[in-house]
């Protein structure tokens, strides 16, 4: 069964270094997302891709943060300047393929991001 | 704005029902999701319905949707220890072909022998 991968699974980093996280969606799927959980909290929504732009981003969303789809088959998430708080669980998800839900939204195992 | 409820924590007996509910804000969703979250692990698509469903029915799992009282609930019948996780309801808002998910804080359920 397609699913989505992430890597890499966990990234240290120092604060006010740029990290690169990457995804691979469902190969048919043609929206992309990117969710956060913070250690404790809700899972957050970050953003939403869909032919090469961003269809929506929530104010977490800031300057700091950029997605990519630099290829066929990669999503990325960038984050320039990395902040003690921007340590978390993110996760890559994608729909919108064939089927009887194209709506449905299928997630990665997510990257542990530890910024020290 | 939109924001989804669940009570953080159910403890149940191998081999009875679980069930786990959820109330949601957002009267226009389209659809409602259960994922399944295990330790260290992503977040797995347990079920789904659409808003105008009362029931959906999946092997042992039961969803029911009471749209009027914006509450969502997940039966799990005959629970084994392998249910143990953390479940997720989510709500969604079907926009131009794309829905941003709002997650509630998550259930975890325990199964104890």
């Known amino acids: 069964e397609p699913e989505v991968t992430q890597t890499p699974s966990h990234q240290v980093t120092q604060m006010g270094q740029e990290v690169i996280l990457r995804c691979v969606p469902i190969?048919?799927?043609?929206?992309f997302y990117w969710y956060r959980q913070i250690l404790g909290q809700k899972v957050e929504f970050l953003v939403s891709?869909?032919?090469?732009?961003?269809?929506?981003k929530s104010e977490i969303f800031d300057d700091q943060f950029s997605v990519e789809r630099p290829d066929g088959s990669n999503f990325t998430l960038k984050i320039r300047s990395t902040k003690l708080e921007d340590s978390a669980m993110y996760f890559c998800?994608?729909?919108?393929?064939?089927?009887?839900?194209?709506?449905?939204?299928?997630f990665g195992p997510g990257t542990r991001l530890t910024v020290l | 704005g939109e924001d989804v409820e669940q009570s953080l924590f159910l403890s149940v007996r191998e081999g009875d029902s679980s069930v786990i509910n959820c109330t949601y804000t957002?009267?226009?969703?389209?659809?409602l999701y259960w994922y399944k979250q295990e330790p260290g692990a992503g977040l797995q698509l347990l079920t789904y319905?659409?808003?105008?469903?009362d029931m959906k029915q999946d092997q042992r799992l039961t969803v029911l949707l009471n749209k009027k009282d914006k509450h969502l609930s997940l039966r799990i019948a005959d629970t084994q220890t392998g249910d143990s996780a953390i479940y997720f309801c989510?709500?969604?808002?079907?926009?131009?072909?794309?829905?941003?998910?709002?997650f509630g804080a998550g259930t975890r359920l325990a199964v104890h022998p």
């Open positions: 998800a994608s729909s919108g393929g064939q089927g009887p839900s194209t709506d449905t939204q299928y």
């Open positions: 190969s048919n799927h043609l929206y």
């Open positions: 891709f869909y032919n090469n732009e961003i269809s929506e």
């Open positions: 957002d009267s226009s969703s389209t659809y």
């Open positions: 319905i659409f808003s105008n469903m």
């Open positions: 989510a709500e969604s808002t079907f926009s131009g072909g794309y829905n941003k998910l709002i």
